[in-house]
């Protein structure tokens, strides 16, 4: 997997960015009301990118009526955690979210940006596997040396987990490096194994239960089998940002993690309604027959985020040179915005 040098230097752009514009975007100062003193004219839009045909906490929150008077401005698609939390630290968007350790990239190249919530997870119901043809000759860790691996994107949850398995199964480096991924779109993993594109692809959530009820794709390994259930990722906003909108910042935090609450709590059915009720009237023109697969929320319970979510990832982050020592985990988050938590204490 020789992606590193470029991720690292799509992490080292965000710094020449946010060096050269001051403070990056519109978080630099304009009309909005973006700047100011603490509680002062604080920002009640919140600019953020969605994903194609799912729902995301943050949009269900806000139809559920757990963002009070803030509101969402949809900007645009990703398919990129990385480049979502990029978007925020440039301030082109307000939050982006992403695989914790592509997180920790980001702040070691010295983009300002701590998490605040956990957004998504894995458990026994929801979790990444990495699927081959069901005539597939791969079986093992070793028999992905040489092969081609669907993923989102490079940097993030995926790499990390098979970087992970592919370690613990006794491949050396040199080893690893042979094996290449590929980003695909999300949508299209399916057909690129099936087509013979590449030999093996990450599917999760509900694009993994729609390709397995197809039939004719089975499973090598996954990240729960890897770590069993744990949080994935966060959201982030920049620092400057928390300063100056505290209290938007709190009602964004605990409304999100009163969506996780709900969906852990509602029948699937429910759940499946919602989400599909809120794809159809966004008017973005996307399928929603996808989200009949959704099956749980995976997100550990509030949101709440520990210093192993980040510290799980330290070997990883360690072999491909994004850290050389131990991780300062205090620098990365703060649970002090999540009221759910807060209200416990």
């Not at 990703?78 to 980001?106: E, M, N, R, Y």
Request: aromatic residues 8%; neutral net charge.
């Amino acid at each position: 997997m020789k992606r590193h040098l470029t991720i690292l230097s799509a992490a080292a752009a965000v710094v020449i960015a946010l060096t050269v514009s001051g403070c990056g975007g519109s978080a630099a100062g304009d009309d909005t009301g973006r700047t100011g003193a603490p509680g002062a004219n604080e920002v009640k839009e919140l600019r953020y990118q969605g994903w194609a045909n799912s729902v995301t906490l943050p949009e269900l929150a806000e139809d559920l009526g757990y963002l009070g008077d803030v509101k969402l401005n949809w900007v645009g698609n990703t398919i990129s955690g990385p480049q979502d939390i990029q978007s925020a630290a440039t301030g082109q968007t307000d939050f982006g979210g992403a695989f914790a350790g592509a997180v920790v990239k980001l702040v070691e190249a010295g983009a300002p940006v701590k998490a605040v919530i956990n957004y998504y997870g894995e458990d026994s119901k929801t979790f990444n596997g990495f699927y081959v043809k069901e005539d597939s000759p791969i079986k093992t860790a070793r028999d992905f040396i040489g092969k081609k691996i669907a993923v989102n994107t490079l940097g993030a949850h995926s790499e990390a987990v098979i970087n992970t398995y592919l370690r613990k199964n006794g491949l050396s480096a040199d080893e690893i490096k042979q094996v290449q991924l590929v980003v695909v779109p999300p949508n299209d993993t399916e057909e690129a194994i099936r087509r013979g594109q590449v030999d093996a692809g990450s599917l999760g959530s509900i694009l993994q239960d729609k390709a397995v009820a197809n039939g004719g794709l089975r499973s090598v390994f996954s990240d729960f089998n890897l770590f069993g259930a744990f949080a994935g990722g966060p959201y982030v906003f920049r620092e400057d940002f928390l300063a100056q909108n505290p209290n938007t910042v709190r009602t964004f935090t605990t409304g999100v993690a009163k969506a996780i609450e709900w969906e852990r709590a509602t029948p699937r059915k429910d759940v499946i309604a919602r989400l599909t009720k809120i794809l159809k009237e966004r008017g973005r023109n996307e399928n929603p027959a996808a989200l009949q697969y959704w099956k749980s929320v995976g997100v550990p319970a509030k949101g709440e985020i520990k210093d192993e979510d980040f510290t799980r990832w330290e070997e990883y982050l360690k072999s491909v040179g994004i850290i050389k020592s131990d991780l300062d985990t205090k620098k990365l988050y703060t649970n002090e915005f999540n009221g759910l938590l807060t209200a416990s204490k």
